[in-house]
């Protein structure tokens, strides 16, 4: 490498603790709950073939060319509708469509992130936004935080010197790791803080759409539109495939986030946006998602119950409300890390924690996706990882003097 | 803006002169030069319709998961036998797929570019690559260069110290904006001055399929293998509506630049991969690219006869051997982007070639493409332009004392 000269921000890019855990268990024979994937058997693939042939059919020409940076008019201004539903007010021209919601927290931390400014992100927080913002070279902080999500008192208690917080970025929804999500009265009393000290949100919300029983509180972009950034995403409600994602800036903000896009891809595939749009133009997804909750819920309700009956005393958890994540916290001595590579020899495979956290990971965290397995499977897993845990924990007690 | 602190970069973020041009000219009856798209007549349109359908009915759930950032096997392995054709040797694990090559130019400046490092450039070159480049903020030096490319004396004169010139950035053929190709002698001159300085080259060939009589010279890459990191496109020859591109990187080189594309997006879409695969996998492309040169050398031809006739004297250019685009330097006196509103009024468009300079723009260049029009409405813009050159000329004269 010493012709190469690689930039310094390439320090801070390294391989993904996850894949690199998912190439392990994508073993055949491994029942694995720690992928992030939605399940497969949610793709409406008929749906796709369908939209795939009439785009290719009625507009191939355009959808085969090169398109706006901004994305196809139509689907920005389905995304401003849709989000209106959920008590936002959006103009189309807010809408930037992103190859992925990866992207839109790429183009964020391009705009709004310098070498050594602060960032503030939950503890713990989702790593692909860590991996996405850590090139920029922030300094995160770390929120503290309790079951219902950041505290509004680690915000006031943020740096707002010279270079200052830059955003706190939050996942208020079902949040991807720990599944919780942000009640109304922590969400009001989060937007007045950062309200006091002048500190903007970046939201993001893959996951607000797969509530269970009601659909999670309204996004904070809708109770604070200039201050917030969202970022959504079609991958869990449609499919991950066709990368596709927005972001809804406010307008101010806009123009640098168009550039950015510009230059990191010209814009994202027109087909994909087409199809996608064709797919879901006339109301595809109020009927589709609610097969997608229905199928997730029962196999949360799976996890749910496995764990109460397998898991070791003084492990910690919550049942979430939506999403696809269970998160847990393992009694005192035991370490997800260090127990992974009993937990596959056992056939079975979780996410460690610890990548999750920007400081100070608790090593006692681990998580499981309960979208990919079968409620049978889920049950037989579940049990695997108890037995995993209670050998462990029982084996530390005979060495013990 | 007081809310949002904007990243220091973001000044090198800016609306793209050719975007803001094209809004302009894109009103019809607007016979415009100035696109740099590829012609839609030549999207094989059946074959992809056909391909859809295949890959969503044999893989559809794979193909609409989240897949590897590295990009679809097979895709992958297309790529570097058919790079082997043009003399690389290439491993399959140094391909890696990017959405669209303009993603590969930013991963190239986000993995190898620091704030204020020097990195070298074509005069002029790729307004995209300075795009891309820009917000990592290089200083350009711009390489002085002829008729064949790029001096080899100006490598050698690089300064060399630290923090050292990061790489040059070539177009080896059919350069946009110039369209020309560098022979073979000086390819071998510029690589042995880059390696006599130890200078590593990013080679950009998006367009060197499209040759009118011959192929141009085998790449750098194939040259100087650890020393070149290669861009490929499938942009040009099959349509870049589906964001498809490549990088080949010196193995050395290559995990870095996947991580800074997982960071990006992920990955690739994998039905676009899957679906371009499944057009090229036999051989489409030997059958299909011949008739995309024909079109454009007959494109070509109708231009050079029309600038022969229509333009006035001291009006300079060559006649590409391939690729899509003219350039040209206007008499003396004309300056093209304060001409250009005469041409809109007059009917027709082109690029002004200032916005391809990293510095010192040479306010007489023009670029004109020749793929998006009929060799007729080529005759007629041409000798539109030609009048709006003649006029201005005259009027110069007739004010002059």
Redesign the interface.
């Known amino acids: 490498?010493?012709?190469?000269?690689?930039?310094?921000?390439?320090a801070r890019?390294?391989?993904?603790i996850i894949?690199e855990i998912l190439k392990v268990t994508e073993q055949p024979g491994i029942l694995s709950m720690a992928g992030?994937?939605?399940s497969?058997d949610t793709?409406p693939?008929q749906a796709?073939?369908e939209a795939?042939?009439r785009v290719?059919?009625q507009a191939?020409?355009e959808?085969?060319?090169?398109?706006a940076?901004e994305g196809f008019g139509p689907l920005r201004e389905w995304v401003a509708q849709h989000l209106g539903g959920m008590g936002m007010r959006v103009d189309p021209g807010q809408v930037l469509i992103?190859?992925?919601s990866?992207?839109g927290l790429?183009l964020v931390g391009?705009?709004?992130?310098?070498a050594g400014?602060p960032v503030a992100v939950e503890t713990p927080t989702y790593l692909?936004a860590l991996?996405?913002f850590?090139?920029?070279e922030p300094i995160y902080t770390s929120l503290a935080g309790d079951a219902d999500g950041p505290l509004p008192d680690s915000i006031r208690a943020l740096p707002h010197d010279a270079?200052?917080t830059?955003?706190a970025y939050l996942l208020p929804n079902f949040q991807n790791p720990t599944g919780r999500v942000l009640p109304e009265a922590r969400r009001l009393a989060l937007l007045a803080a950062a309200q006091a000290v002048?500190l903007?949100l970046v939201e993001d919300n893959p996951y607000g759409d797969l509530w269970f029983d009601a659909p999670p509180p309204a996004p904070l972009a809708a109770r604070w539109p200039?201050?917030v950034l969202y970022l959504g995403s079609f991958?869990k409600v449609l499919?991950?495939?066709?990368?596709l994602g927005y972001l809804v800036a406010?307008p101010?903000?806009y123009?640098?986030l168009l550039?950015?896009k510009?230059?990191?891809?010209?814009?994202?595939?027109?087909?994909?946006q087409r199809v996608v749009h064709e797919v879901i133009k006339n109301g595809f997804l109020d009927q589709h998602v609610p097969t997608i909750r229905a199928r997730y819920a029962a196999q949360c309700a799976a996890m749910a119950e496995a764990l109460q009956r397998h898991m070791p005393e003084g492990t910690e958890w919550q049942r979430p409300q939506g999403g696809m994540f269970f998160w847990l916290r393992l009694p005192a001595g035991c370490d997800a890390m260090a127990l992974l590579p009993q937990a596959v020899a056992q056939g079975i495979a979780y996410v460690p924690g610890a990548a999750f956290y920007a400081h100070a990971a608790d090593p006692r965290t681990l998580r499981l996706s309960f979208v990919t397995l079968s409620p049978d499977d889920i049950a037989s897993g579940v049990a695997t990882l108890g037995k995993v845990l209670r050998t462990h924990i029982d084996g530390t007690r005979e060495e013990a003097p």
Chains 1, 2 share one sequence.
Not at 13 to 16: A, V
Not at 262 to 272: S, Y
């Open positions: 490498m010493t012709l190469w000269t690689l930039a310094r921000r390439s890019l390294n391989p993904s894949r992030g994937l939605p497969a793709f693939i796709i073939r795939c042939d290719l059919t191939p020409r959808a085969l060319q090169y398109a940076s992103t190859t992925g990866q992207q790429d391009k705009v709004l992130v310098d400014a692909g991996q996405a850590n090139p920029y270079p200052g830059r955003f002048g903007p200039e201050g991958s499919t991950p495939g066709f990368r406010p101010a903000l123009p640098k550039q950015a510009q230059a990191a891809d010209l814009h994202t595939p027109g087909i994909n």
